[in-house]
């Protein structure tokens, strides 16, 4: 199992920001994936998750701004963030929805700043 994160950056408050994630090493369509969060001295939370039938769930400090997307074609998940706030500065990782801790890759650091 692989996670590749990627599409962080530095951006001021209220920009917006497209993760991608490119999954290998298992059946993609048949897993409920997610994607998690963690800001310096934080622990590593869930912040979106999607079903295999593409129902979401969103933490509520990002509903309304984040939306999570998967393409099973292209065994990739995707992380569409709207009006990013400083508080949303962290790295971000996909894997599962109930997450492998032998898989975790190396995120990508989203530092929202002015």
């Known amino acids: 199992v692989q996670f590749v994160e990627s599409g962080g950056g530095l951006v001021q408050p209220g920009e917006s920001l497209r993760l991608s994630c490119a999954a290998s090493g298992f059946i993609f369509s048949m897993s409920a994936m997610g994607w998690y969060r963690q800001a310096p001295g934080g622990q590593r939370d869930l912040v979106a998750s999607i079903g295999t039938g593409k129902y979401a769930n969103y933490a509520d400090s990002v509903k309304g701004r984040f939306t999570i997307s998967r393409d099973n074609a292209r065994n990739a998940v995707y992380l569409q963030m709207n009006s990013l706030k400083p508080e949303d500065t962290a790295v971000y990782y996909c894997?599962?929805?109930?997450?492998?801790?032998?898989?975790w890759g190396q995120g990508t650091q989203v530092t929202v700043s002015s």
């Open positions: 894997n599962f929805r109930s997450p492998d801790s032998t898989a």
